[in-house]
């Protein structure tokens, strides 16, 4: 029989009120912020193994306590536009036209700052929702030409910067992914304008753009990771204090351990 004070059992109470027993001391997060989570660490791990599938990410999450399963990781991975790193017969193809460049960089015969600049966009978690980074950098001196922050992933921002460097100095190939934002109609106009090669990662070719690509893993193990920004003001800040770090300070292991040689 129960006691005057306590007249229903937990259990009971629960059924009464249709809450399940084990979320009684349950506070829910916000949804938003566990997928957050989730996409920051999938990233962390797949700079650090980029060579890594869905399969294999899933159980390196679930080893660290995360409930996902294959179908979540690769959905995940789809939004993120991340997959694993090795020479693939076919990707999936596009299914909107665009103009279609070959890859026309040999990176053994870059001699000279200015030969070759190689662009690209990344994310950046923040604590509500991402920040898109995109960056100009020369192949030779691994000098940061330009950057830029945006909310969006809008092209407008991309064109923007490509036209501010090319105001102060030409390069003989400009060379990117296939992205809408590189293949849009005034980013290849801006580049035949200032008559500035063309040059695009070909479908399967992991390592074409591996330049910039490993100026993403840089950044953001070096200094996003270690410190966190809590707002946009601070991140602006963090990338501009280490973009000029990268650009004067930093010792390169491509270029002997030294600084980068970029003269404007």
């Known amino acids: 029989m129960q006691s005057v004070d306590s007249p229903l059992s937990l ?26 989570d989730l996409m920051n660490r999938l990233h962390e791990l797949w700079l650090c193994y980029p060579f890594y599938g869905y399969r294999r990410l899933t159980a390196v999450l679930r080893q660290e306590g995360y409930a996902v399963n294959t179908k979540r990781v ?9 997959q694993a790193l ?3 017969p076919r990707l999936s193809v596009n299914g909107k036209q665009h103009p279609r460049y070959e890859y026309v960089v040999d990176r053994n015969a870059i001699a000279a700052p200015d030969a ?32 830029d922050l945006s909310v969006s992933l809008d092209s407008g921002f991309c064109v923007e910067l490509l036209a501010a460097a ?10 990117s992914d296939q992205g809408v934002q590189f293949t849009c109609g005034d980013w290849i106009n801006t580049l035949k304008n200032a ?46 204090e280490y973009i000029h770090y990268y650009n004067y300070d930093r010792p390169h292991q491509a270029l002997n351990s030294t600084t980068t040689d970029y003269h404007r």
């Open 86 to 88: 090795y020479p693939k």
């Open 11 to 36: 259990r009971k109470k629960c059924d009464l009120a249709g809450v399940h027993r084990s979320r009684l001391y349950y506070t829910p997060r916000d949804p938003c912020s566990i997928e957050s």
């Open 116 to 147: 070759v600049w190689g662009t690209d966009i990344t994310y950046i978690k923040m604590p509500r929702g991402f920040i898109y980074l995109v960056a100009l950098i020369d192949w030779y001196s691994r000098f940061i030409v330009a950057y």
């Open 74 to 82: 690769r959905r995940l991975m789809k939004e993120m536009n991340i």
């Open 166 to 175: 090319l105001a102060n100095t030409r390069p003989g190939i400009v060379n």
């Open 195 to 240: 008559d500035v090669t063309i040059s695009m990662n070909g479908k399967g070719r992991c390592t074409d753009n591996a330049i910039t690509e490993r100026l993403w893993r840089n950044i953001k193990q070096e200094s996003i990771y270690i410190n966190p920004p809590d707002n946009v003001t601070e991140l602006k800040k963090q990338v501009q």
